[in-house]
């Protein structure tokens, strides 16, 4: 009975059935028996390498600290001490301004015993405090990762101070001071002739470089350019001088000074009445001081006529250098904290604080909305003939319907009818295709805008790509690897803010939206979940040997509102719409063939504020000539696309005070796609060039110069110092400094050409219209002008000029029904002599 009953519960196999169930269980234990050894060889393989066979070592940034919302600086090194070679990719993940995640991969290669040390700048988005370093191995396994959790100051704007001294412990009165009423907050970096960058992008993060008591003949020359090429781009550069001045100034005395600095000697130095205790004369004190003469300087800080800090404009950075040395007045600092946020203040104006202070925080996205209106464009030719699409499908309604039943039913064969219409929409779909053909994307395709600015030895090519795809897939492209790539986003802060967008969780382990390869041959940009025509912005540079000596050469004269001279085409190609650019002023030339030489006497100089670039492009360009914009003329969208190019340089590299000339210029040798490694792919776009050229403001033993070298200092009233404008509701009352170091002859109050203020006012920009005072220093009293007058000599200005020549002028704008908000004033020029 319980046989039977065991003989039901496990039912017996035949023989054959058993043999082929042996059979399978001694397979499955093969292998189970041959993976266990198998992983027990990769986990050990992974943790060892992790554990001790390949090490990671990771410093961000400068002593521990980052700014988002700039490049971070990275220094990567790996070891491999273990006995097999090492074949992988070394990478670093992080988030954006807009929440994507980009991936930066670069091959790495170790024999055994090698060791590996790499230094690289990262784009970090603002209020991003961590990113992910990994190397994985061909397979793509982790190997070793580190996380970095970035000390990023998400509070308070930071103004980062690089300092370069022989004694740093002295200039540590620098550090947490609030500038600007504590808009941002110092926080000084010491740094010395070993940890300086040599790489223009390694210095990103800091926004002041102050170098004093150091020996700057000590710096590389690598180091010297990199310093050079980041102020170009906007940094401050701060020199302390006093009794090193020669020291100080070795390094880059041949591109600032003016006349050869003299021997330091003791002053007395009136540090500002607002720290006098007892007496106006309290807050003098004795400093060893070098007068400091640089070329087409402004005055910041001055004791009684005496400049102690001058500044100036390179690029789009600044320059500022000091009689004394800064440790020498650590003591007086130390006592009076608020002369360190005077000085910084004075010298970084309020628009440079205003954009560290918005550019911190994560709300500015200027870079990105500008190269997007620059970039944002296409060939339209890609446009559909929407006439001709009207037509075909009016002709198609025509015939499928009356035209095809009518003449079918007149030859007896409307039974043919339905067959016939099929045929007819297959025929139309067909033509509707091959009409589309020129108008239909088949891969990825670029937009793009090249600055080439060409100087006697290099050739500095900025090009910004706005990359798409027609299709809803993931695409890759391979660029040049010669230039450096990295991403233009915008900032995601106010759809976070208010609730459009949540910020994403960011662990490491995600996929990245955009991977960027750098391998010898190119670099690949990897995309995906990217829709269909969604752009991504590039900004790729780089810097070449200018051995064909190509560019603009000449000699320019510039006096009294009359420019002369020559000026050449250095290309070995023709150049269309050239112009001659000085600060505030401008003179066209037009088209010139290569190796041309034409002469700049007798033509016209049109006056503009630089700050409105768009209105002195457009002349430039031919643009102004179209007033009703069509999009369908060619030549008015070419005008219209050099227009923009032009007016993102003016705008992105001319606003500050310049004293030489640039020459710029479109290229007819239109040469798109330059920037890819493989061919094939659409380009758009256009080129401009430029070069520097210096120009000789001097005529008769006097010179001649703008009066807006240095923001005027706003007594009344509300106005605009980036774009020379008031509002008009209210008197604005300004005091403009003439310049310590003149002789003023002479003050001419110029009027904007009236071709550029018919564009302004396309702009709802209006020219001044109203009375004009002077303050008269004898009475106290501020004396009307006549409005029509424009030039003031010598004895009419008497009793205007103040000790520190500086004129006061109130201006009351009396044409409110007009416009009242952008009331453009004269441009002010000086023609005076140096003392």
């Keep these: ?116 040390a790499k230094d690289m700048s990262i784009s970090l988005g603002a209020r991003i405090d961590q990113m992910y370093v990994k190397v994985m191995d061909q397979e793509g396994r982790e190997i070793a990762s580190k996380r970095l959790k970035l000390n990023v100051s998400m509070e308070t704007a930071e103004l980062f101070v690089g300092i370069l001294s022989d004694t740093p412990d002295r200039l540590q009165y620098l550090n947490g001071v609030g500038v600007n009423y504590s808009t941002l907050r110092t926080r000084t970096i010491e740094m010395s002739a070993r940890t300086l960058p040599s790489q223009e992008m390694e210095l990103d993060q800091l926004d002041v470089l102050l170098i004093s008591n150091f020996d700057t003949g000590t710096l590389s020359g690598d180091q010297v350019k990199a310093v050079w090429e980041w102020v170009s781009k906007g940094g401050v550069l701060l020199l302390g001088t006093g009794e090193r001045a020669e020291d100080v100034m070795r390094a880059f005395g041949d591109d600032l000074l003016l006349a050869p600095l003299p021997l330091a000697d003791l002053q007395e130095i ?207 492209v391979e660029l040049d690897p010669s230039y450096m790539v990295q991403p233009i986003t915008r900032s995601a ?33 990897s995309a995906r979940n990217v829709g269909a025509f969604v752009p991504l912005y590039f900004q790729m540079e780089r810097k070449t040997e200018n051995t064909s000596k190509a560019g603009f050469t000449g000699e320019i004269h510039c006096f009294d509102g009359t420019v002369s001279g020559t000026l050449t085409n250095g290309y070995n190609h023709p150049v269309d719409d050239v112009a001659v650019l000085m600060y505030n002023q401008m003179v066209m030339v037009g088209h010139m063939e290569a190796g041309e030489t034409v002469e700049l006497d007798n033509r016209e100089v049109v006056y503009g504020v630089m700050n409105f670039g768009y209105p002195m492009a457009e002349q430039i360009t031919g643009a102004s000539r179209y007033r009703e914009g069509d999009l369908n003329d060619a030549e008015y969208v070419h005008a219209l696309e050099r227009t923009n190019l032009l007016t993102f340089y003016i705008g992105n590299y001319l606003t500050g005070y310049h004293s030489e000339a ?96 018919q564009s302004l006012r396309y702009n709802y920009t209006v020219p001044f219209v109203g009375n004009i005072y002077f303050y008269n220093y004898d009475t106290g009293n501020y004396d009307p002008m006549d409005i029509g007058v424009e030039e003031f000599g010598r004895e009419a200005l008497e009793p205007y000029l103040s000790p520190g020549n500086t004129l006061t002028v109130k201006y009351v704008y009396t044409n409110p029904e007009d416009y009242s908000w952008n009331i453009i004033l004269p441009i002010l020029t000086v023609i005076g002599r140096n003392k």
Aim: hydrophobic share 35%; with cysteine; charged share 20%.
């Design 270 to 476: 009136n540090m500002g009445v607002e720290f006098a205790k007892d007496s106006p004369k309290g807050a003098t004190i004795p400093l060893e001081c070098t007068d400091v003469y640089m070329l087409g300087a402004s005055e910041v800080l001055s004791s009684d006529e005496l400049s102690v800090l001058t500044s100036v404009t390179v690029d789009n950075g600044l320059v500022g250098a000091a009689i004394y040395d800064f440790v020498d007045i650590e003591a007086f600092c130390q006592e009076n904290v608020s002369y360190v946020d005077n000085l910084f203040s004075s010298l970084l104006g309020e628009d440079r604080i205003n954009y560290l202070v918005s550019s911190s925080d994560g709300t500015n996205s200027s870079q990105y909305w500008s190269v997007q209106s620059l970039i944002n464009t296409g060939d339209i030719n890609r446009l559909p003939k929407v006439g001709l699409y009207t037509m075909a499908a009016l002709a198609y309604v025509a015939l499928v319907g009356p035209g095809l039943y009518f003449f079918l039913k007149q030859r007896g064969m409307r039974r043919y009818y339905p067959r016939a219409v099929i045929l007819l929409a297959l025929c139309c779909t067909g033509m509707v295709y091959f009409m589309g053909l020129t108008t239909r994307f088949n891969g990825p395709f670029f937009t793009y805008a090249t600055i080439k600015d060409m100087d006697e030895d290099n050739v500095v090519e900025t090009t910004f790509i706005n990359m798409q795809a027609p299709y809803n897939k993931p695409y890759s």
């Design 493 to 525: 802060y106010y759809d976070a803010y208010y609730g459009n967008m949540q910020v994403p969780k960011f662990t490491g382990t995600e996929e990245p939206d955009v991977n960027l390869r750098f391998d010898e041959s190119a670099t690949r940009v």
């Design 662 to 757: 640039r020459v710029v210029g479109f290229s007819q040798n239109q040469q798109g796609g330059g920037f890819l490694a493989k061919k094939g792919y659409e380009t758009y776009g256009s080129t401009l060039i430029t070069s520097s050229v210096k120009v000789d403001y001097e005529q008769d033993g006097l010179v001649y110069r703008s009066g807006l070298q240095k923001n005027p200092n706003v007594l009344s009233g509300e106005y605009y110092a980036r774009s020379n404008t008031m509002y008009g509701v209210t008197p604005l009352i300004l005091e403009y400094y003439l310049g310590n170091d003149t002789e003023v002859e002479r003050v001419d109050f110029h009027q904007l050409s009236d071709k550029v203020i």
């Design 1 to 116: 009975m319980g046989e039977q009953k065991m003989m039901g519960r496990f039912r017996i196999l035949p023989q054959g059935r058993r043999i082929r169930a042996a059979v399978i269980l001694v397979g499955l234990l093969l292998c189970i028996l041959a993976a266990v050894p198998a992983a027990a060889q990769t986990a050990g393989a992974a943790e060892g390498l992790d554990g001790g066979q390949l090490k990671l070592d990771v410093v961000y940034g400068y002593q521990g600290t980052a700014k988002s919302g700039r490049y971070l600086p990275l220094k990567i090194r790996i070891e491999n001490p273990g006995g097999a070679p090492f074949s992988g990719t070394l990478s670093v993940l992080t988030m954006e301004s807009d929440y994507e995640l980009y991936r930066y991969e670069y091959p790495l290669n170790l024999e055994a015993g090698e060791s590996f």
